[in-house]
């Protein structure tokens, strides 16, 4: 098993910026692609961002060039940096973890419960 715990969450204005943080305690990120996805009452989860045990990352489309996904070994933590954020972007994050790095929440072994972000002036 592996808890996955989320904070960094809150809300901005539009333009604003957030850092994400996610933590493994006890746990390595070594054996798995580290992942943030997030989600919007009503709507499916939406992959953001990935991040394989060798630092390869990889993004959604509506995301590149604004967040930047990455992690400290040494620490066990996860970031996600959020910058120029849009009302678009607000919806809880959640951290994942999975075997084979994906966008697909059905590809995910594990779930952190998330953090909220709301963008709103």
């Known amino acids: 098993q592996m808890r996955l715990a989320e904070s960094g969450g809150g809300s901005v204005q539009p333009g604003g910026s957030l850092r994400l943080s996610c933590a493994a305690p006890g746990r390595t990120f070594s054996d798995y692609c580290m992942a943030w996805f997030r989600q919007v009452p009503g709507k499916d989860l939406e992959g953001v961002a990935t991040?394989?045990?060798?630092?390869?990352?990889s993004y959604a489309k509506s995301i590149k060039g604004r967040f930047t996904v990455s992690q400290d070994n040494a620490k066990n933590i996860l970031y996600l940096q959020m910058n120029d954020l849009k009302p678009e972007d607000s919806a809880t994050y959640h951290c994942?973890?999975?075997?084979?790095?994906?966008?697909?929440?059905?590809?995910?072994?594990?779930w952190g419960k998330g953090t909220a972000v709301t963008i709103s002036s």
């Open positions: 994942a973890a999975a075997l084979i790095c994906t966008f697909t929440y059905s590809g995910v072994d594990y």
């Open positions: 991040i394989d045990s060798d630092g390869v990352t």
